[in-house]
């Protein structure tokens, strides 16, 4: 029998809701939904999502893992962050291993993944063309992310996924005033930093093939990194 996910506070249901039915930026509402209907040869007999696609996971969580934006034949067509593509492909299992995430493998939305003291979200809730969100188009997903941190009080550990997901959570910090210059955060895999909220932001490079297929980014550095995220979120040293 499929594990069921944990059920959505109200407020972080409503906001999901919100962030599914957004057509703020007309850019991407065009190409996800053409996507959606050309599809790819390999999912032709799918019926692909092809809306923005809401965060997953515990509404408890300590860590909350935030990417670049869905893939355009995996989240764009599963409707779930990280899953039915290789990036997903790669992530779970480390996630499973360090004990975030019930099962190693997420191919759908309805497979029985539950993440234990993890939440995926993005910096990005559509799929962009050449995987490239606009500045302006990051600018109109902001808010949501921003009240997903403000409904996910739990959250000990950010981990930024690639360069675009940390530069948004550090523009993050400087509109809630957390911080007020993003100067001293240098991006690069495994860097960590005490933010004055109390809160550690951890960089990595993004699980992307880009990296993973040329060992920028390596199964063992992926499962280091996460072990030390564990740590962290169980109120390790810093």
């Known amino acids: 029998m499929a594990i069921e996910q944990r059920k959505l506070p109200t407020a972080l249901a409503k906001l999901n809701r919100e962030v599914t039915a957004c057509r703020r930026c007309p850019r991407l509402v065009a190409w996800r939904e053409r996507v959606a209907r050309e599809k790819r040869r390999a999912y032709r007999d799918c019926e692909y999502w092809g809306k923005p696609v809401p965060g997953f996971g515990d509404p408890e969580a300590h860590?909350?893992?935030?990417?670049?934006?869905?893939?355009?034949?995996?989240?764009?067509?599963?409707?779930?962050?990280?899953?039915?593509?290789s990036s997903g492909n790669f992530m779970y299992p480390v996630l499973y291993r360090t004990g975030f995430a019930s099962q190693p493998n997420g191919r759908e939305r309805d497979d029985g993944m539950v993440l234990t003291g993890a939440y995926i979200t993005a910096a990005a809730r559509c799929a962009p063309p050449q995987n490239?969100?606009?500045?302006?188009?990051?600018?109109?997903?902001?808010?949501?992310?921003?009240?997903?941190?403000?409904?996910?009080?739990?959250?000990?550990?950010?981990?930024?996924?690639?360069?675009?997901?940390?530069?948004?959570?550090?523009?993050?910090?400087?509109?809630?005033?957390?911080?007020?210059?993003?100067?001293?955060?240098?991006?690069g895999h495994g860097a960590e930093y005490a933010t004055p909220d109390g809160r550690v932001l951890v960089a990595s490079y993004h699980p992307s093939n880009q990296n993973t297929n040329t060992g920028k980014l390596t199964e063992g550095m992926f499962t280091k990194l996460f072990e030390r995220v564990a740590g962290l979120a169980a109120g390790g040293v810093v």
């Open 132 to 187: 490239k969100p606009t500045p302006r188009e990051l600018s109109n997903c902001a808010p949501f992310l921003d009240r997903e941190l403000a409904l996910l009080t739990n959250v000990r550990v950010v981990v930024a996924l690639g360069r675009i997901g940390f530069d948004a959570y550090l523009n993050h910090l400087k509109r809630t005033g957390v911080i007020e210059s993003r100067k001293v955060y240098a991006f």
């Open 63 to 85: 860590v909350l893992i935030l990417g670049l934006a869905p893939g355009a034949h995996g989240s764009n067509r599963t409707g779930r962050p990280f899953t039915g593509d």
